[in-house]
């Protein structure tokens, strides 16, 4: 197991935990993004207001642990996200949306949000927007595993992805082992969202990024207290991919051109649920900075 830290950074307000990519741990199978927010309350304001912003190459994946999130895209897509559901956006070769705190709402805010890279033979295929309201759970006495990507334990989600992959978010009761069966043929890594879990003996330790490998068949976490760890795999991404702001791609060429399409607003259509302006794309000064923003 290799153990990385999430680097901390800002969308707008709202502060989040960078796990993915980092310098030393770019992807984990399909998956190359991957922020943590919250948990937090907040009595006034919106924690979260990404404003209309464009993607290409990838799919956003949006898993609450608690409070919503409301999503608008320029398909026309409305979605408002509570805990036990996924948001997954397929990006195609262009899509735009708005990811932000619904006027009504909890008061809270804890989640995720991820990315997938999309496979050569698809990225360039039609955007698209699902909303699972309630993804599967295998519950058993040591604890639960909700299945928001891929297969876990039994179990798939609904929500598309195209290539092999899992993520699930897992609930380890207090005392107990959560054995659970993996696929040897993805690589995996987990993320502690609340409480503690320990694996292979090792504590895991919050706000890390714990890089378990290929060749893996099963893990069997512990947890004293009880806790709740984020699992994501996946096969290795056989395609090298380059990572600009919002966009994932294979050259410099197709980025520029992203850019300036957004900059010229051609391609990506309009947010138009969304009240306010857009975000505009930062320069263009290092084509293969990975600088995403959500
Ligand atoms: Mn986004």
């Known amino acids: ?132 309201d309630h993804v599967p759970e295998v519950e058993s006495r040591d604890g639960m595993a909700t299945i928001f990507a891929g297969t876990l334990a039994g179990a798939a989600s609904p929500a598309p992805y195209f290539s092999p992959i899992v993520g699930a978010d897992l609930r380890i009761h207090a005392g107990h082992t959560l054995a659970l069966p993996l696929d040897p043929a993805f690589e995996h890594a987990v993320l502690v969202l609340d409480g503690d879990a320990a694996l292979d003996g090792q504590p895991l330790a919050p706000r890390m990024l714990h890089y378990l490998g290929v060749a893996r068949s099963h893990a069997d976490f512990v947890s004293a207290d009880g806790g709740r760890v984020l699992l994501i795999g996946g096969a290795p991404f056989a395609e090298k991919i380059l990572m600009w702001w919002n966009f994932v791609a294979r050259t410099p060429e197709e980025i520029a051109a992203a850019r300036a399409d957004w900059e010229s607003h051609r391609r990506f259509g309009d947010v138009r649920h969304y009240r306010g302006g857009r975000l505009e794309a930062p320069k263009l000064v290092q084509a293969a900075r990975p600088a995403p923003m959500s």
């Open 1 to 132: 197991m290799e153990s990385f830290p999430a680097r901390e950074t800002r969308i707008g307000d709202l502060v989040v935990a960078r796990a993915l990519p980092i310098r030393e741990r770019r992807m984990v199978g399909p998956w190359c993004f991957l922020d943590r927010y919250g948990p937090l309350t907040f009595s006034a304001g919106r924690p979260m207001d990404v404003a209309p912003h464009p993607h290409i190459g990838l799919q956003t994946v949006t898993w609450l642990l608690d409070g919503e999130v409301e999503h608008d895209d320029s398909l026309g897509n409305q979605s408002l996200l509570r805990p036990g559901g996924v948001n997954v956006m397929t990006s195609g070769g262009g899509i735009a949306h708005a990811e932000q705190t619904p006027r009504d709402h909890s008061g809270r805010l804890n989640g995720v949000q991820l990315w997938t890279a999309l496979p050569d033979t698809v990225r360039d295929a039609e955007a698209g927007f699902a909303h699972v």
